[in-house]
């Protein structure tokens, strides 16, 4: 037979009915209890109402509960004992242990993250790590191709030939494991210097403007041409090609051609010559 539990109030309220004149066979047949149980309610609770028995009540379930704060206390101390708080070394070092004491110890995960102020996904992590050497050897065959490529263009460079990379992790293996980077080429400083009005040209023979031009071969060899051009007629009474034309050279060009020709009033050059 299945034993019935009764609360206080529900002994109170068989005990209002045995005052109120209800018998006790009766009673025991409506509530499937015994004599005996009927009397020794009736000795244990007799003249208390339902407020004095919560109040008596109270004081042990305060007793209780601090009895169960001490053993959790005592039991959290044991744990961290057990794992050795002051040389914790991380989840990672540390998991073999910290799996040993709560098995032995009989305290779950959860509870001993809480005491170490872990968090439980931290403790499961499992590390994905991936060889990338087969990527840092194409970062590095990118860079040694285009001098001028850097992490940015080598990321969109390896974007478009297939690879699921993110750019995170380019930056990572180009800047920190590869230790490469691009030169930046400092911007050449002019001298501030106030601007002239070119003059404009009313008669042939009067202004001549001279320029270099360059430009290679089949072979890739440079070569340098030297210009000069009549802005007012569009004549052009020179152009000199060589492999290199140094200051000395242009000083000879113009005096051979202003032997066959009057001075000009004006040359135009720019900042080369």
């Given at each position: 037979?299945?034993?019935?539990?009764?609360?206080?109030?529900?002994?109170?309220?068989?005990?209002?009915?045995a005052?109120?004149?209800?018998?006790?066979?009766?009673?025991?047949?409506?509530?499937?209890?015994?004599?005996?149980?009927?009397?020794?309610?009736?000795?244990?609770?007799?003249?208390?109402?339902?407020?004095h028995?919560?109040?008596l009540?109270?004081?042990e379930?305060?007793n209780?509960?601090?009895q169960?704060?001490?053993?959790?206390?005592?039991?959290?101390?044991?744990?961290l004992?057990?794992?050795?708080?002051?040389?914790?070394?991380?989840?990672?070092?540390?998991?073999?242990?910290?799996?040993?004491?709560?098995?032995r110890?009989?305290i779950?995960?959860?509870?001993?993250?809480r005491?170490l102020?872990?968090?439980?996904?931290?403790l499961?992590?499992r590390?994905?790590?991936?060889?990338?050497?087969?990527?840092?050897?194409?970062i590095?065959?990118i860079?040694?191709?285009?001098?001028?490529?850097g992490?940015?263009?080598?990321?969109?460079?390896?974007?478009?030939?297939?690879?699921?990379?993110n750019?995170?992790?380019?930056?990572r293996?180009?800047?920190?494991?590869e230790?490469?980077?691009?030169?930046?080429?400092?911007?050449?400083?002019?001298?501030?210097?106030?601007?002239?009005?070119?003059?404009?040209?009313?008669?042939?023979g009067r202004?001549?403007?001279?320029?270099?031009?360059?430009?290679?071969?089949?072979?890739?060899?440079?070569?340098?041409?030297l210009?000069m051009?009549?802005?007012?007629?569009?004549?052009?009474?020179?152009?000199?090609?060589e492999?290199s034309?140094?200051?000395?050279?242009?000083?000879?060009?113009?005096?051979?051609l202003?032997?066959?020709?009057?001075?000009?009033?004006?040359?135009?050059v720019?900042?080369?010559l």
């Open positions: 037979m299945t034993r019935t539990w009764h609360t206080e109030e529900q002994i109170l309220a068989v005990l209002k009915d005052q109120a004149g209800t018998g006790v066979p009766e009673l025991c047949r409506k509530h499937g209890i015994s004599d005996a149980t009927v009397y020794k309610w009736r000795a244990k609770y007799s003249g208390l109402e339902v407020s028995v919560l109040g009540r109270q004081p379930d305060e209780r509960r601090l169960q704060m001490v053993a959790d206390q005592a039991l959290d101390i044991q744990a004992n057990a794992i050795n708080a002051k040389n914790w070394q991380g989840p990672r070092r540390s998991e073999r242990r910290l799996r040993g004491s709560t098995e110890l009989g779950s995960q959860r509870r001993v993250c005491l102020t872990l968090d439980r996904q931290t499961r992590y590390s994905r790590c991936h060889d990338d050497e087969v990527l840092r050897t194409r590095r065959e860079a040694e191709s285009k001098r001028r490529y992490c940015p263009r080598i990321y969109v460079r390896l974007r478009r030939e297939g690879w699921r990379v750019h995170k992790k380019v930056e293996l180009y800047y920190r494991d230790g490469l980077s691009l030169r930046h080429r400092r911007r050449k400083k002019l001298a501030a210097v106030p601007r002239i009005a070119l003059p404009r040209p009313t008669q042939p202004c001549y403007a001279l320029d270099f031009v360059h430009d290679r071969l089949v072979t890739g060899r440079r070569y340098t041409c210009t051009t009549d802005p007012c007629s569009k004549e052009v009474p020179v152009i000199e090609v492999v034309i140094g200051g000395a050279r242009v000083c000879r060009i113009l005096d051979r202003f032997l066959s020709r009057p001075l000009p009033e004006t040359l135009i720019d900042n080369v």
